[in-house]
């Protein structure tokens, strides 16, 4: 079945599909290209999920941001990842779209919301109100085109400025028209751009497909740690909060019984 029609009937079914089942943690593409330098879920993590600790993490929805220069290949990012389709026609995005995706990581629900901006200028203000509150954000840009690799930078600034503390990622696209040489040079060059942005480097084909699970994949396991982390010092803060509540009430108790003895005696 393509993997369109197959997402409708998981929607109705409201499962998790099998090759969106996360149990390992994804790797970098380059282990010069990462300020992340997880490669396995922290314990607590793994342990939270093993003892089914995972709060309200299950109900979230994670919110990925895709942005970059016009036609640098965004839109054919998300549609090679969720439908498994490359079409070669450019059709511009106006203003802003999205897809959902259902996970399982580490066997808990999670829901990753996809958001493909458009590059053009004028969609710009549009586009940029869908920023708030991203978990993850993605600049892309054309490994053939240089100039857009020039401009992630401020890409990464505006998409960052409302995000929510997110894990960054800088992705060259059509790695399919490179030849081996041409890419290890434009490569040299877009590691040091990530490394000056703090995002991690990833470069895929959307027309051959070459890295566009593992870099989603990877995306999600760096998000699902850090949300599950801090969910879980949440989760510590408020049960130690508890305790001091039960003490406190504990002691107003004593307080009061000790007073109401006291009237009972007096009356
Ligand atoms: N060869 C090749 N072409 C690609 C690849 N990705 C995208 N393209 C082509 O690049 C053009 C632009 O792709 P889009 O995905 O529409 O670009 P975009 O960044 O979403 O463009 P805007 O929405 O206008 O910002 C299309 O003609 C695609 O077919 C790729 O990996 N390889």
């Excluded at 369109?4 to 390992?24: C, G, Q, Y």
């Excluded at 458009?118 to 993605?138: D, L, P, T, W």
């Excluded at 399919?176 to 942005?197: G, M, Q, V």
């Excluded at 070459?210 to 699902?224: D, G, K, P, Q, W």
């Amino acid at each position: 079945m393509p993997r369109n029609k197959m997402s409708s009937a998981r929607t109705i079914l409201n499962a998790v599909a099998s090759d969106r089942v996360i149990t390992k943690f994804t790797p970098p593409f380059h282990p010069d290209g990462t300020p992340y330098s997880k490669v396995n879920f922290h314990p607590k993590v793994k342990a939270a999920c093993s003892e089914n600790r995972t709060g309200r993490v299950g109900l979230k929805i994670t919110k990925a941001v895709l942005v970059g220069d016009v036609s640098v290949g965004k839109t054919s990012l998300v549609n090679r990842f969720c439908h498994d389709v490359f079409d070669r026609e450019y059709k511009a995005t106006i203003g802003v779209d999205f897809e959902v995706e259902k996970f399982s990581v580490l066997s808990v629900p999670i829901t990753l919301q996809i958001w493909d901006t458009a590059g053009q200028e004028r969609f710009k203000c549009i586009a940029a109100s869908y920023y708030r509150g991203a978990q993850i954000v993605i600049v892309a840009f054309d490994l053939t085109d240089e100039e857009s690799l020039h401009h992630t930078n401020k890409w990464m600034e505006e998409a960052c400025a409302s995000a929510d503390e997110p894990v960054k990622f800088l992705v060259g696209t059509k790695k399919d028209l490179l030849s081996p040489s041409s890419y290890a040079d434009i490569e040299s060059r877009a590691l040091k751009y990530a490394d000056k942005l703090g995002a991690e480097f990833w470069a895929t084909s959307s027309k051959s497909g070459i890295n566009v699970t593992e870099f989603f994949f990877r995306a999600m396991c760096l998000s699902f740690d850090d949300t599950l982390l801090k969910e879980l010092e949440v989760t510590n803060v408020s049960a130690k909060q508890i305790g001091t509540i039960k003490v406190q009430k504990s002691n107003s108790d004593l307080y009061e019984k000790k007073k109401s003895g006291s009237s009972k005696c007096c009356a």
